[in-house]
């Protein structure tokens, strides 16, 4: 990439409200990062000050720490032989230090050599990684307490190669406007301006194949080589800017040039401290703390943070996509075996170098200081995210969740862990990155908002069980804010939840049919699933965008639909799944039957007792939002199953197409029943559906309910021989089936009225 | 910034067992880049110790020495510097400047290594210098009554060479230093 097209997205992406270095892509990053003060009311003056500081505390660092034995200590004329030789053991010598030193560079050499080969005319040439080199080398002895990690050159290169860009921005400059560059010494120009003149438009010539064309400050386009000499003032703001930072009269002489080809290294040192050592409060980004392997005294998981950040991304990947992060957790993929490479280097090895510098405009262009509400920092109250208490911390962790939703389909597709680490550690070259970044944006201010509801976070050991108004923030975050605890346990928690759910239906079952009982006050399928639509209804009515509208009113269709079939059922005392019309209308009526039914029913498998038992003593809202939890979780899932399989049984259901989006609302019904289908149940089935379209209604109503009571007593019989938690490979199988056989016969069922 | 170890004349194990400690502690892999032996060694299991420290070696035949295949004299360039090597028995008088400056001619380096006397000796001579490690177990010599060990190591950087002397005189490890530049036909010391 040209350093012209460079220059050309510098622009383009200026996120910040200063606009006074759209161009200058390496100062912007230098105010964002905190090197240069970044009110906009700075001068260029204290700019000029501030920088040469920086660059002089850099040269006295050098100085001491780089050794060079030959040069005499100074101060001392004959120094002692027996410490200062080259053999000598003690490691106070100058020699000894040279010897470390030397280790130090033979490690960085080895990384440095394989830095971005792609672009290795820059970044292999020998100026460059001599700088490299200098800096990691002064920065790893300056904090010894962390020395050097692969990684860090990842890091470094991209502030370098933005400081370089900058200065051959001012080269391009200093060509088309010569005359404003003039040795100004005493206030008088060693040469005259000449009239003769220089291209006015200065973006016209530094991109010749640029599409969008700047207007210059008269509000035309610039014609060809105009012959007008400029004064200063009617430079355009920009160039008024880069001919000032680069003054060499300016304040601090040539060490305050903001943009200097000589300092390249000091400014790229003090940008790339500044980054992994940013934050000044607990909250902000510090990468250097990724790289640390032990957790820090005040933590509160007691995780290193970079574990810790993980989980982070994993808990926040939870509250947008349930699915995917389920459909992850249960291949046993830990956020930190992709997280690690993504926070270590800042996604610098997840995009190519132009687009990585976009990314970096946004997150340093977030505020790294602690969000703090009320006084009360998040971090020193005790919640386990360190890294979403910051907006910059909050963008980095939305860009990886939005990275890893990009990645959604194929993610979901695959069947094991290495695969999808392939696929994640693999992120695709040709990204819409404006996307991503929007997405991260967002998630950006979702996540700042738990920060700000601290009662939704995963709080640590210290404080115990989490809110009352769980059900309001869930509903006002818009999301299935889970209850859940600190992420490890949120993992389990779901798979509990799906056993117990599954546990929970296995016993309605044989419940009822141990009853037999047609009009008891008791769940009935149908009520069951009036329940839990309404339930999905004030769900979907909470999410936004999750559940098209279209689909709320296909929901309060099958509602009705079934509240008219329990009026209709037959009267066939065999019957065996209860039609009753007796509905129970309130969001606890779950719960409370869960009780009831514990006492009537006899032979009940002792496993789910206790378990309920917790649940109905526990919270009952709780409940409620985990089952919608489920829902929604498993909705998405199996809508795709669902898409496939109504496309295939085109030959039963005539009305295919127009009845699929009704099928879909039946799945998350379905699935809370699970029946079990063998093979040639699904024969018997398919033929009695078919005789179901020419047989009249009641005998249609009486042979699917057979066959969905059948499929319940192969689920039961599975069950029996294998507990809910080793279930084989082929038993999963036969559920999924069961599971599509249960979608048609409610199609069928719909497809009846 | 090359460091080059000069010794020889170690005698293991006629004339001695091994090396001082205190020599054996200060050698340890990794910071030496060449070694040049004058000879005499004797046996094998030193010259293993030897690459162990480095494995760039260069070694040259004294006359107990009892591996017959190395060369009599050897010349390797090092940097900007020529370096001649000779165990020094074939020079007579044994020893004498003049003579070895004759063998610096010959071979036509910079600097001469040689040994035999087991008595350190560094002289600069018609632009170029002498050097004469001694014997770095301090093994009895015939032409020599005080033998202390010793060994030189030359750290070679540009055109200017600083020569280190360790002696082991008294058990305690005194060490010297002396500079030599070198340039087109004569050469300044410090």
New interface residues.
């Given amino acids: 990439m040209t350093i012209s097209e460079e220059i050309q997205r510098a622009t383009c992406a200026s996120p910040s409200g200063d606009h006074r270095f759209e161009k200058l892509r390496g100062v912007r990053w230098r105010i964002n990062l905190g090197i240069l003060p970044s009110s906009p009311s700075s001068t260029i003056d204290e700019l000029r000050r501030v920088t040469a500081d920086s660059r002089r505390r850099y040269a006295a660092l050098r100085r001491r720490l780089l050794i060079d034995p030959h040069l005499p200590k100074k101060g001392i004329n004959s120094p002692d032989l027996t410490i200062d030789n080259p053999l000598s053991q003690n490691p106070e010598s100058t020699w000894g230090r040279f010897f470390r030193n030397a280790e130090l560079e033979k490690t960085l050499d080895q990384d440095l050599s394989r830095l971005y080969p792609e672009h290795g005319s820059y970044f292999q040439s020998s100026g460059c990684q001599g700088m490299l080199r200098r800096i990691l080398l002064l920065w790893c002895l300056k904090h010894p307490e962390i020395g050097y990690r692969q990684g860090m050159h990842e890091l470094l290169a991209p502030l370098l190669y933005v400081l370089q860009v900058d200065v051959q921005y001012l080269t391009e400059v200093r060509s088309n406007y010569e005359d404003q560059f003039t040795d100004l010494f005493d206030e008088l120009a060693f040469q005259e301006r000449d009239s003769a003149a220089y291209d006015f438009d200065i973006k016209k010539v530094l991109d010749d194949s640029m599409e969008e064309e700047e207007e210059d400050e008269n509000g035309t386009h610039a014609t060809k080589k105009k012959k007008k000499p400029k004064r200063f003032d009617e430079l355009d703001t920009e160039t008024q800017t880069a001919v000032l930072l680069s003054d060499a009269y300016g304040a601090e002489g040539e060490l305050g040039i903001v943009l200097s080809d000589k300092f390249l290294e000091h400014d790229a040192y003090s940008m790339f401290d500044a980054l992994m050592y940013g934050g000044s409060s607990l909250g902000s980004v510090s990468v250097a703390n990724f790289f640390v392997y032990s957790a820090p005294s005040d933590s509160v998981t007691g995780l290193p943070p970079v574990i810790e950040a993980s989980s982070a991304l994993y808990y926040l990947l939870s509250l947008v996509d349930a699915s995917l992060h389920s459909h992850l957790v249960e291949l046993g993929v830990e956020p930190q075996y992709f997280a690690l490479r993504w926070l270590r280097v800042l996604f610098g090895r997840e995009f190519p170098l132009s687009n990585l510098l976009t990314v970096w405009d946004e997150i340093f262009s977030a505020d790294n200081t602690e969000v703090v509400e009320r006084g009360v920092s998040a971090v020193e109250d005790g919640f386990e995210f360190r890294i979403l208490s910051s907006p910059r911390g909050a963008l980095v962790a939305g860009m990886a969740v939005s990275m890893i939703l990009y990645l959604r389909s194929s993610l979901l597709a695959t069947e094991n862990a290495t695969s999808s680490l392939k696929r994640l550690l693999n992120f695709p070259e040709d990204v819409d990155l404006c996307k991503v970044i929007e997405k991260a944006k967002s998630l950006q201010s979702l996540a700042l908002e738990i920060n700000a509801r601290r009662d939704l976070l995963p709080k640590g050991s210290r404080k115990p069980m989490r809110g009352h108004s769980l059900s309001v923030d869930s509903i006002s975050l818009g999301g299935s804010a889970s209850p859940v605890g600190s992420v490890p346990e949120s993992y389990w928690e779901e798979k509990w939840r799906v056993l117990n759910s599954k546990e929970e239906e296995e016993e309605e079952a044989r419940r009822r049919k141990a009853s037999r009982r047609q009009n008891t006050v008791k769940k009935s399928w149908s009520e069951r699933v009036k329940l839990r639509l309404s339930r999905t209804e004030s769900d979907a009515s909470d999410r936004s965008g999750n559940k098209p509208p279209i689909r709320r009113s296909l929901l309060d269709d099958l509602s009705k639909q079934l509240g008219d079939k329990d009026s209709v059922s037959p009267t066939n005392t065999d019957t065996d799944i209860e039609r009753s019309s007796t509905v129970s209308g309130s969001p606890s009526g779950d719960c409370e039957d869960n009780g009831s039914d514990k006492g009537k029913s006899e032979d009940h498998v002792e496993l789910p007792l206790p378990v309920r038992e917790n649940e109905s003593e526990g919270k009952s809202v709780v409940n409620i939002f985990r089952d919608r939890n489920i829902l929604s979780g498993k909705f998405q899932r199996f809508w795709r199953l669902g898409r496939n399989l109504s496309g295939e049984e085109t030959s039963e259901t005539k009305e295919a197409k127009p009845i699929e989006p009704e099928a879909k609302p039946i799945e998350p019904v379905a699935k809370p029943v699970e029946p079990e289908a063998k093979p040639m149940d699904h024969e018997e089935e398919e033929e009695r559906t078919n005789s179901d379209s020419t047989e009249g209604h009641g005998n249609a109503l009486k042979n699917t309910g057979r066959s969905m009571l059948e499929h319940i007593k192969v689920i039961e019989s599975v069950l029996e021989q294998s507990s809910p938690e080793n279930m084989a490979d082929n038993h999963r199988l036969t559920v999924e089936e069961a599971l599509r056989e249960l979608r048609r016969l409610g199609t069928m069922l719909l497809s009846e009225m | 910034m090359v ?1 080059v170890l000069a010794l020889g004349d170690l005698h293991v194990p006629h004339r001695a067992a091994d090396l001082p400690p205190k020599f054996k ?4 892999p ?2 030496i880049q060449h070694i040049i032996c004058t000879g005499n060694l004797c046996i094998k299991e030193i010259h293993d110790y030897l690459k162990t420290i480095c494995p760039d070696l260069h070694i040259v035949r004294g006359e107990f020495d009892e591996d017959a295949r190395y060369p009599e004299t050897k010349t390797l360039t090092i940097g900007q510097f020529k370096l001649g090597l000779c165990h020094g028995h074939q020079v007579i008088p044994w020893g004498d400047l003049d003579s070895l400056a004759m063998l610096q001619r010959q071979l036509d380096v910079d600097i001469l290594v040689t040994g035999h006397t087991h008595q350190f000796t560094a002289y600069k001579h018609e632009g170029g210098v002498v050097i004469n490690p001694g014997s770095a177990t301090g093994a009895y010599s015939s032409i020599n009554q005080d033998v202390n060990p010793s060994f030189v ?1 030359m ?1 070679i ?1 540009g055109l200017r060479v ?1 020569v ?1 002397v ?1 002696e082991l005189i008294d058990g305690e ?5 002396i500079d030599f530049k070198k340039t087109s036909t004569s050469n300044s010391a410090p």
């Fill in positions: 460091l502690s200060m050698l340890v990794g910071k190591l750290d950087d600083v280190y360790y490890v005194k060490v010297d230093k």
